[in-house]
Every structure is written in C-alpha cells, then in structure tokens.
C-alpha cells in the first residue's frame, strides 16, 4: 500500500542550533520499514550534527542553499567541503560530520540502517565518503519511454548494494510505464512542480516535496 504525504504536513523538533528535522519516514510512520528519510533546515547561521551508525550507510542530498559539512576528523573549517544542490554525499558507517549554513539551507537526509541485509561484503568492505556532483553525471534516456534519468548513489558510485538511487525527469506531457518493484523498498521525493502519480491503479495528484512510499 502506498504512502503519501507532503513534507509541510510533518512537524519538525529541534535538529541543533536554529536546525530542524523532520522524520518524513521512519517507523512511526510506517511499521517495518527499512528506508529511514529526514528534512534537515539550517537557518541563519544553523549548526547540526550527523552521526550514522556503524551498521548503516546514508546519504545527504542538499535541496536549497549551501552548507558546509565538516568531518569528524576535520581540525579546521578550512578544511570542510561546500555543499550546494548539486551535491550528494555518500556517508559511510561510523560516519560523523558537522553542518553549518551561514545563509540557511535544506537538505534530505537518507539512512539504510542493517546495510549487511542487502550487501554481502559490507561488513568486510565498508564502502568510503565520497562527494558527486549530480550536473556531471550523464543525463541517460529510459529504455521504455521518454522519462530521462541522472544516476545519484549506485553500486559503481559509491561501492555498495545497500541503495539505489536516481534523479528521474519527466518532461512535459510524458509517462512511465505501469511498473512495480520486487525484492525493494522504493520511494520518491518531488522536487520540482505537480504532476500526477499512480499507485495500485489508483491517481493522486503530487507537488513539490511530497513523498510518495
């Protein structure tokens, strides 16, 4: 059965200093679910924390503004990276960083939690950090239709089966093909304009930062 809901529906809690996080999917929302999906907000000058568990892979997609993610291990800010929405970083187990914003900024953050499940050689070969920059991606043509596809976190990326993840586009007045997937858990996040999606037969119209599970 299919979730939907838009992001602006869920009430944020405090994230760190002027942060706020929103658990867009979790357990609470949906029992026995295996994708765990937060909204981090910088404000002016906001700070937060990320620490991602030993037994876990995430991801940080930046969604608006521009952050700085400093490493654990980083002694300098000089020394942190720039995030801006071109960016996906992939965040390895153990994994702890700082994020600051001087001017404000959201970002998505994904967690696959008991990556071991869906990656045989996680535990022996713990995939690195690694920063892309989705605009130097190839912008590939579907196969069955006229959608268009940018790959974000793959197996060739970022070195693990845990996640998949890909920027769909749909240009205007086109479709994808009545499809479902086996073997996965699967969700999408809006991040331009409405447009329509279908699940089980059934329509329902969609927007901007709306998740579809």
């Not at 009430?11 to 658990?23: F, I, M, S, V, Y």
Request: proline residues 8%.
């Amino acid at each position: 059965m299919a979730t939907i809901f838009n992001e602006s529906t869920v009430a944020g809690e405090p994230g760190g200093k002027d942060a706020t996080r929103q658990h867009l999917l979790s357990e609470a929302r949906v029992p026995g679910i295996g994708i765990l999906l937060d909204r981090l907000t910088l404000g002016l000058g906001g700070e937060a924390r990320l620490m991602v568990p030993a037994t876990s892979v995430a991801w940080l997609q930046v969604l608006d503004g521009q952050a700085l993610l400093a490493r654990g291990d980083t002694q300098s800010l000089s020394d942190a990276q720039t995030l801006s929405d071109v960016h996906v970083a992939f965040l390895p187990p153990g994994f702890a960083a700082a994020l600051s914003s001087d001017r404000g900024a959201a970002l998505l953050y994904g967690e696959i939690p008991n990556a071991a499940r869906f990656d045989p050689h996680f535990a022996q070969s713990p995939p690195p950090f690694r920063l892309g920059d989705w605009t130097r991606e190839p912008v590939l043509d579907s196969e069955h239709d006229a959608r268009k596809r940018i790959y974000l976190v793959t197996p060739k990326l970022f070195g693990t089966k845990a996640v998949n993840g890909e920027m769909i586009i749909y240009p205007p007045s086109t479709a994808a093909a009545n499809h479902h997937h086996e073997g996965a858990e699967h969700f999408m996040y809006v991040l331009r304009r409405r447009d329509t999606v279908y699940a089980n037969e059934k329509p329902f119209p969609v927007r901007k930062g709306d998740v579809i599970y």
